[in-house]
């Protein structure tokens, strides 16, 4: 038999339901069920998404052919149930067709309204409804939509004017006024006419009078949309399949602009923004359609409540307000009535916010569209835990609602919605890290420093960033650079301190020795206000207002919601006690990777620092690695002192040497003076650090393994802080981890220095403290000789970063070159260092975890790589069977929630 293209919708009645989304299109599935029951939708039928396929694969002829029975019926059925002739002089039935995807696409496809009109229909139209304004108005619409969408009278550069507008602005200009609704039936009219010409001109064709032609033009017109440019980068942002295809709705129309009992409007159950359960939306008297987005007039409100809350932003008086923009409740108590009734009834129904469009015709309520309603992610939560207090979900459904990543909105500083929309853009680069910042421009790290210090807020505006302006990023309110990509050490650290960072803008040109920054054409100084939004990459020009996160009750409730339903745990990636406070405000329950080349970096430390690279004996690096000691073990102590009670893992040294040392000449000669050496001597050093490939040179436990004194000096430290803690009382929980091992030799030969180190140290002290060795399984061959490794390692941590790098053999520092491309044309999908690739470096760890555990039943395993605060990453590591993620503080409620769903979906 021949399959179902299109399905009928009216009068209570339907063939398809709400489940039926992935053929019908979330519009077209919400429309039938909305009929099945007792919502008031006009009559129609939908061509399916499969007829989409077809249409791209068979091309438009013989599509046409195989629906046309069909849609022949659904215009039968439409007209009986309407009691209307589609086409007919004396009583005409008018149609929309519009798109409809699986997912929501607002806005993105086209829509054509009042279609069936000609010369003599809209005559018939004018003697049925008496109302001449009415039916031309309806017309010169339809004509415009039609151009613009079936017939590409659209502009192709959107600086260019729509066609038609030009025409409307023209023949308002002519008689001086303003607004479209003051043109006269005659100048309706006239639209009309100049509107065809103008087809005729540009297209070469009539404009299609015969209305079943016109509505094929609309039907592929809808088709042709799901493939136009505004499409396909939507889906593509929003991860959205092209072989999902847009389904076709056709449906009677019904009128909001028949006079003053007619209206249209958007509502919503709850507020999308804050989330409270209040119903509210916006309609206009005697409009039709996108008239209420569009901002021609001013819509009102729909609730009185909400249209005194309104008339106050917008400081209007009380009897101005009641007289001229009343709400709907006050000028149509009944119809408001109806719709407060059935908007009740259909969120009890979806069980969730609902985003409703409805029309009134003379008197009579119509639904057009309802649908789950896009929200913030502080709405997002709000509803959620309202829902489920409300008995309306259970705590699973509550969990599967909340996205992951749109916690992230709730956790950092936002501009202010009014502030952000008069906001000069003056750039885009990657939102690197979201969140909202606004200061003055600095170009260096000290500076940054020293502004933020006299009470200055500051944004870091460099081309890239390096490990040494760590300090100067902490000051900064935002971090903007011209190069790196979402895992540059720009992006990496900013998102770590939860920090604004908008990074690889390349429209910006970094002038460090006149203190300038050219911003595709406007020339900024030092000094200057300047604004990023982390959350979409733009720069704007100026100040723009912001105001800081807030973490309400629903949100921490939430999150003992996880706790409940979710195996895997969350620590967190943290350097610093400030670092780790934060995360365990977040719930964080310990420290998955402590990083310890970041505490070098300041006065006298990277003094000492430098003291040691320049050495050229074992006593004479170790005489600076004693005054290094001290130092350390201070970071420690505050480290563990925070994490009282809770494991946390220290990896030992990992970076190469060059990194701590200056490459420019004037930084050169400071560290001479400072050392009280010749520049020739720095020079020579430098020259020798220097590797032609430092990924893969000396670092990680090969430096430790080299200068084993470095290992012996920081084993003193941690263990040092721990054991003066437990003098003090406290419980602490440190881990000691080696970096980079390849094989186990590399590890026995460092676990071997922390031993004995640690046993000296605890005879000294008179002082045991229980601690762990083990190992990151970041190297390739790790993961395959794990069980070998697991023989020595007491936990894995799995360094997904450079496991990343070394399996694809894609250097993270240089991906930007070809990572576009490869996203281009779809070589890749996604970025592997954001999203952790299941299928190849996924294999590597679960082969890993396996053999471990195969030798060392017990062995603990966790991520600690970028990806540990990625949901899809985090989903993974459940099914791996890891024990925890470890991520940076501001991403922890995130993948809390992400190991949570991860249970409740299995
Ligand atoms: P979008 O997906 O962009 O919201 P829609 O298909 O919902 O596009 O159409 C846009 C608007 O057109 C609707 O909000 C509604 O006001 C109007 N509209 C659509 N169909 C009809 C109809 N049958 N009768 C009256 N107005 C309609
Ligand atoms: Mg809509
Ligand atoms: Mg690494």
Request: hydrophobic letters at 40%.
């Amino acid at each position: 038999m021949d399959k179902k293209r299109v399905y009928l919708f009216g009068n209570g009645k339907a063939e398809g339901k709400a489940d039926m989304k992935n053929l019908l299109g979330g519009k077209g599935a919400n429309l039938a069920e909305m009929n099945l029951i007792g919502v008031p939708v006009p009559p129609g039928f939908t061509i399916t998404t499969d007829v989409c396929n077809e249409y791209f694969e068979k091309g438009r002829e013989k599509v046409v052919a195989l629906l046309k029975a069909h849609v022949e019926n659904g215009v039968k059925h439409t007209e009986e149930l309407m009691g209307l002739k589609f086409g007919d002089v004396t009583n005409p039935l008018l149609l929309s067709v519009r798109s409809g995807a699986r997912a929501s696409m607002p806005g993105m496809m086209d829509t054509i309204l009042n279609l069936g009109l000609n010369d003599e229909v809209v005559r018939g139209l004018v003697e049925k409804t008496g109302n001449e304004r009415f039916a031309y108005d309806s017309y010169r619409r339809f004509v415009q939509m039609y151009g613009d969408v079936v017939l590409d009278m659209k502009p192709v550069n959107k600086e260019d004017i729509d066609p038609f507008e030009a025409i409307i602005q023209q023949v308002k200009a002519e008689r001086g006024i303003q607004l479209d609704n003051e043109m006269t039936v005659d100048e309706l009219k006239k639209l009309v006419v100049l509107f065809k010409e103008a087809i005729k001109k540009q297209t070469g064709k009539d404009f299609p009078d015969d209305p079943m032609e016109q509505l094929w033009g609309a039907i592929c017109a809808v088709f042709d949309s799901w493939m136009n440019d505004r499409a396909i980068l939507y889906r593509k942002m929003e991860g959205i399949p092209q072989e999902w295809g847009t389904a076709v709705n056709v449906m009677a129309m019904v009128f909001g602009n028949m006079g003053d009992t007619s209206a249209t409007g958007v509502c919503f159950t709850r507020d999308a923004a804050t989330g409270e359960n209040r119903f509210n939306g916006e309609y206009l008297v005697n409009a039709q359609g996108e008239d209420v987005v569009a901002g021609i007039r001013t819509p009102q409100q729909i609730t009185k409540e909400g249209s005194l809350r309104w008339a106050k932003l917008q400081n209007i008086d009380e009897d101005v307000r009641a007289n001229e923009y009343p709400s709907m409740e006050e000028a149509m108590p009944e119809i408001y009535a109806e719709l407060d009734a059935l908007q009740a009834k259909l969120e009890e129904h979806y069980h969730d916010m609902q985003d409703m469009e409805f029309t009134v015709q003379e008197g009579k309520l119509w639904f057009l569209q309802t649908r789950s309603g896009k929200r913030t992610g502080t709405a997002m939560v709000k509803i959620a835990m309202d829902l489920l207090h409300e008995g309306q979900i259970d705590e699973k459904t509550a969990l599967l609602r909340c996205e992951p990543n749109k916690l992230d909105e709730l956790l950092h500083p936002v501009f202010d919605k009014t502030a952000r929309k008069l906001a000069r853009v003056l750039t885009r680069g990657l939102p690197a890290s979201p969140g909202a910042a606004c200061g003055q421009i600095v170009f260096f790290a000290d500076d940054a420093e020293a502004w933020h210090a006299d009470g200055k807020r500051v944004v870091m505006v460099r081309i890239e960033t390096s490990p040494e302006d760590l300090a100067g990023m902490s000051a900064a309110e935002g971090i903007l650079t011209a190069r790196g990509g979402m895992t540059s050490h720009a992006a990496v650290v900013a998102r770590g301190m939860g920090k604004c960072c908008v990074s690889g803008a390349g429209a910006i040109i970094v002038d460090y020795k006149t203190r300038t920054v050219d911003i595709d054409g406007t020339v900024l100084k030092e000094g200057d206000y300047i604004s990023l939004n982390g959350t979409t990459g733009e720069v704007y020009f100026g100040e723009v207002n912001t105001r800081p996160a807030e973490v309400t009750g629903d949100f921490a409730e939430l999150m003992k919601l996880c706790e409940k339903y979710s195996k895997l745990v969350v620590r967190t990636n943290a350097d610093t006690p400030r670092d780790a406070e934060v995360a365990r405000t977040f719930g964080a329950v310990g420290i998955g990777l402590c990083r310890t080349e970041h505490m070098f970096f300041e006065n006298e430390k990277i003094k000492a620092m430098h003291e040691m690279i320049l050495a050229d004996s074992t006593e004479g690096r170790e005489k600076a690695l004693e005054k290094l000691l001290p130092y350390q073990k201070q970071d420690f102590y505050g480290i563990l002192k925070c994490m009282d009670g809770l494991p946390v893992n220290i990896r030992l040294l990992d970076p190469p040497l060059h990194e701590f040392v200056p490459h420019d000449l004037a930084g050169q000669e400071a560290m001479a003076e400072d050392m009280g050496v010749n520049v020739k001597k720095i020079q020579n050093r430098v020259q020798a650090l220097s590797e032609s490939n430092p990924m893969l040179g000396l670092r990680g436990c090969r430096l430790g393994n080299t200068f084993p004194e470095i290992t012996a000096m920081q084993t003193r430290a941690i263990l040092g802080a721990a054991v003066q803690l437990k003098k003090e009382g406290y419980d602490p929980r440190p881990e000691i981890m080696v970096p980079l091992v390849g094989m186990v030799n590399e590890l026995d030969a460092q676990e071997k220095v922390i031993r004995e180190t640690a046993q000296k140290l605890f005879e000294e002290e008179g002082v045991e403290i229980p601690f762990k060795v083990g190992t990151m399984i970041e190297i390739p061959r790790a993961a395959l000789t794990a069980d070998k490794i697991a023989e020595r390692a007491e936990y894995f941590s799995f360094g997904t970063n450079d496991l990343t790098q070394m399996t694809f053999g894609y250097s993270r520092d240089d991906i930007a070159s070809f990572l576009p491309s490869y996203l281009e044309k779809k070589i890749l999908d996604v970025d592997p260092f954001q999203v952790l690739d299941v299928n190849g470096v996924g294999q590597l760890v679960q082969m890993a975890v396996n053999k471990g555990r195969s030798v060392r039943k017990d062995l603990k395993c966790g991520i600690c790589g970028e990806h540990g605060g990625e949901p899809s990453s985090v989903k993974f590591c459940h099914r791996a069977g890891l024990n925890y993620v470890s991520c940076s503080p501001f991403r922890v409620p995130i993948a809390r929630l992400a190991a949570a769903q991860a249970a409740v979906e299995e």
